[in-house]
C-alpha cells in the first residue's frame, strides 16, 4: 500500500489544488469531514481522493457521532411524522453511541439506525419516495446528458465531471437535496476545474481493463453514472 494519500480539490474555476499527507496525518473521518466548502464559494467542491490504506482505517471519528443523530432523525421523520416515534428512534441511537466501539466503521451504526426505524415505523425503506422522484428526475436528464457528452470535445471527461455532478444526490447524513441543487451541481460540473492528470490516469486505466467493477452509491445519481458507464462500453462494466 502507498504510505500517502493525494488529495485534489477544485471549486468555483479556480485553480487546482493538490496535496500530499503522509498516511499518518490522515486522520479517521477524513472522507466525511471534507464536505465544507469555502465562503465565497456557492457551488459544491470536488474532492478526488486515492487512498491506499487498509479500509479498517476509517474507524468512527467524534465528528461522525453528530452525524448519527442527525441520519437517524431525518430518516425517523421520513418514515412517519409521529413525534413518539422520532423519539423512540433518536433514544435507541443514543443508548447505541452510548456503547459503541470507536474503533468500528461508521456504516455498522448507519445499519443500526435503520433498522431502529424500520422497527419503529414498519416501513422497510423511509427513502423509497425519495429514490422514486430523483430516479425519474435523474432519468428526465438523462438525453441531455447524452447530448453534452456526444457533443463534447472530450466525451470521457465530460461524463466524467457529470459523474461526479450526480454524487449531490445523497440523502444521508440528514441532507436535503432540491431539483434545483442537482441543477446547479451539473452546471458547475461542467464548469470548474479539474485535475487532468487524474482524468488521464482514469481514461488510461479504463482503456486497459478487460473487465470494471463499478460500484453504484444512490438512487438518481446511478443515472449519472450510467451515463459514464455507457460510454466506456457497458459490456465490460
Not at 474532492?47 to 471519528?61: C, G, I, Q, R, S
Not at 435507541?92 to 455498522?108: G, I, N, R, S
Not at 435523474?138 to 459523474?163: C, Q, W
Request: aromatic share 6%.
Amino acid at each position: 500500500a502507498r504510505a500517502r494519500t493525494n488529495l485534489a480539490a477544485g471549486h468555483c474555476g479556480a485553480p487546482l489544488r493538490r496535496a500530499t499527507v503522509p498516511r499518518s496525518q490522515v486522520r479517521p473521518g477524513t472522507c466525511a469531514s471534507l464536505r465544507a466548502r469555502p465562503a465565497p464559494c456557492p457551488g459544491p467542491v470536488f474532492f478526488v481522493f486515492e487512498l491506499w490504506y487498509h479500509p479498517h482505517a476509517m474507524k468512527t471519528h467524534f465528528d461522525c457521532i453528530p452525524c448519527f443523530f442527525r441520519q437517524a432523525l431525518s430518516a425517523a421523520r421520513l418514515a412517519s411524522n409521529d413525534p413518539a416515534v422520532h423519539e423512540r428512534v433518536l433514544r435507541a441511537v443514543a443508548a447505541a453511541v452510548a456503547e459503541m466501539d470507536l474503533t468500528d466503521v461508521p456504516p455498522k451504526m448507519g445499519q443500526l439506525i435503520h433498522r431502529e426505524v424500520r422497527a419503529a415505523t414498519d416501513r422497510n425503506d423511509p427513502y423509497e419516495s425519495a429514490k422514486r422522484e430523483f430516479n425519474e428526475l435523474a432519468l428526465g436528464l438523462l438525453p441531455r446528458l447524452r447530448e453534452t457528452i456526444a457533443s463534447s470535445p472530450d466525451p470521457f471527461e465530460t461524463a466524467v465531471r457529470l459523474a461526479a455532478a450526480g454524487n449531490i444526490i445523497d440523502f444521508g447524513g440528514g441532507r436535503t437535496v432540491t431539483p434545483d441543487d442537482v441543477e446547479r451541481s451539473v452546471e458547475f460540473a461542467l464548469a470548474c476545474g479539474v485535475d487532468g492528470a487524474s482524468v488521464e490516469r482514469l481514461r488510461s486505466a479504463v482503456d486497459e481493463a478487460g473487465s470494471i467493477l463499478y460500484i453504484a452509491d444512490n438512487a438518481g445519481e446511478i443515472v449519472f453514472d450510467r451515463a459514464l458507464i455507457e460510454l466506456i462500453g457497458p459490456e465490460r462494466v
